[in-house]
């Protein structure tokens, strides 16, 4: 599907950039050479088989790993040897493959928690539960925007694994990411809620950049504005999905065994 420009932003801005990024293990080298740009109000996938790479891309962007060689900026600021905290900060946010919620908190708890820190409340852990009661209107909000409102007093626990990962959701905007970095976010669930998180996506990336690693090809056709395919720790093609999927080369190496 080709990307299609924002009312009024014919050519979106670039929000996050990597440049000659090269990520050395010893004699191994697991990312070579990969640029990459990702823009606002775009969602852009990042694919390929198991073992290309994809994963420490992901680390090296959000500073869970340091670039062996290469640069990579964030709104325009160098971030390359910025630690993770402050980039998390400054806007960069990512969600991982394991779902990252407190089980035993309600959703609505598990929002209230992760909207703490834009609040400047997050140091402030000796005050009761009831003193985050001024967070709930901009919690409710978020809770409706993922679908989870007939959920807000349940137990993240008693959710099915598809509702954890989209509670995950909103517990990483809460923090308002400029940049939302998803890891897999459709692994292990069922039809149905893949469509209502590709729906949510689609809505996110309205006002954000959108980077996702994702091996649904089906969720990548439908949403993913733009895709770079990783092999070997290179990058292999990029484009469109259009593009990409009638790629000799990327058939071969990843759609091989695909519907394309």
Not at 60 to 79: A, V
Request: contains cysteine; neutral net charge; aromatic residues 4%.
């Amino acid at each position: 599907m080709a990307a299609s420009a924002m009312p009024g932003e014919s050519n979106p801005r670039v929000v996050l950039s990597a440049r000659g990024l090269r990520r050395d293990f010893g004699a191994f080298t697991a990312v070579k050479n990969v640029d990459l740009d990702v823009h606002h109000a775009r969602v852009h996938a990042l694919i390929g088989p198991n073992g290309a790479g994809k994963t420490t891309v992901f680390n090296l962007l959000t500073k869970f790993l340091q670039p062996t060689h290469g640069t990579i900026t964030l709104l325009g600021t160098d971030i390359t040897r910025t630690p993770p905290d402050k980039v998390a900060r400054m806007g960069l946010v990512r969600s991982f493959q394991i779902s990252a919620v407190f089980p035993h908190l309600t959703v609505l708890d598990n929002v209230r928690v992760a909207l703490q820190r834009p609040n400047n409340l997050a140091v402030q852990f000796w005050r009761p539960m009831s003193a985050l009661d001024r967070l709930n209107d901009r919690a409710d909000e978020l809770i409706a925007a993922v679908g989870l409102t007939r959920e807000r007093n349940a137990l993240a626990a008693d959710l099915s694994y598809g509702r954890k990962r989209v509670l995950e959701i909103a517990t990483t905007l809460a923090l308002d990411p400029k940049v939302l970095l998803l890891d897999e976010p459709m692994a292990g669930m069922g039809q149905e809620d893949v469509g209502v998180v590709s729906d949510i996506i689609r809505t996110v990336a309205l006002d954000r950049a959108v980077l996702m690693v994702e091996h649904n090809l089906s969720v990548v056709a439908n949403i993913c504005h733009h895709v770079t395919v990783l092999q070997r720790g290179e990058i292999l093609a990029e484009g469109d999905y259009a593009e990409v999927s009638q790629d000799p080369r990327v058939r071969t190496a990843y759609m091989g065994t695909e519907e394309a």
